[in-house]
């Protein structure tokens, strides 16, 4: 049990479909990510929130659009994803984003696109 | 830019074996260097960590980096391997003060042959 909470595990959606991912964090952090992990490839940032305002999107398409309603949840909501989307999504939170605080991972969504 | 490199993709070792894991960063300011581990089906999560001070640094489960500045590099060891450290092996690095977010390496997946 890392602090960080993600749901669903497993999700699969067709193209067409609206899905959101959520996170949840217990550590009393004020930051929080996400990221994709695809095979062989190193993971990728995608969004950074920091109070609850995000501070970082590193070019992410706008079938994925993030949202933080507060500092302990995070949630990425999907819409006409293509299969090349299919990853590992995992969330993470730390304290602050700035000096050499470490982040909390989730155990991550298993998304599969069809 | 910063980037990650992390030479091994997929390391095979008996138990008892000695293991080290090379990871260099290109970033040549201030950083702050971190190995993560996912086991199978688990979620990432923190090996060990150098913010600063001695360069040699152990962490959790009998593994040991050392920070070389001069080489970039963070090559994580541990002298004696177990079946229970197959896993896969992550590398990141972040700028220090900085609010851009950690750079992962691609990973090495390491197995341990009982």
């Known amino acids: 049990e890392t602090g960080v909470t993600q749901t669903p595990r497993h999700l699969v959606m067709g193209m067409t479909n609206k899905k959101s991912l959520k996170c949840e964090q217990h550590?009393?952090?004020?930051?929080m990510y996400w990221y994709k992990q695809s095979a062989k490839k190193p993971l990728e940032l995608m969004f950074v929130y920091s109070l609850e305002e995000r501070v970082e999107n590193n070019s992410v398409p706008s079938r994925f659009s993030p949202e933080c309603p507060n500092s302990s949840h995070l949630f990425l909501h999907l819409h006409t994803l293509q299969p090349e989307d299919s990853a590992l999504y995992l969330c993470a939170s730390s304290q602050g984003v700035l000096g050499g605080t470490e982040a909390f991972f989730g155990q991550g969504t298993r998304l599969t696109v069809v | 830019a910063q980037s990650v490199s992390q030479h091994n993709h997929h390391v095979i070792l008996s138990e008892a074996a000695s293991l080290e894991l090379g990871c260099n960063y290109s970033y040549g300011g201030t950083v702050n260097l971190f190995w993560y581990v996912q086991y199978p089906g688990q979620h990432l999560q923190l090996l060990l960590k150098y913010f600063s001070g001695d360069p040699l640094v152990k962490g959790i489960k009998g593994f040991e980096a050392e920070f070389i500045k001069s080489k970039f590099s963070f090559n994580l060891r541990k002298p004696s391997v177990q079946w229970s450290d197959t896993a896969e092996y992550f590398c990141?690095?972040?700028?220090?003060?900085?609010?851009?977010?950690?750079?992962f390496g691609s990973g090495t997946q390491l197995t341990v042959l009982p």
């Open positions: 550590l009393g952090h004020n930051a």
């Open positions: 990141a690095v972040k700028e220090t003060g900085s609010a851009r977010q950690l750079t």
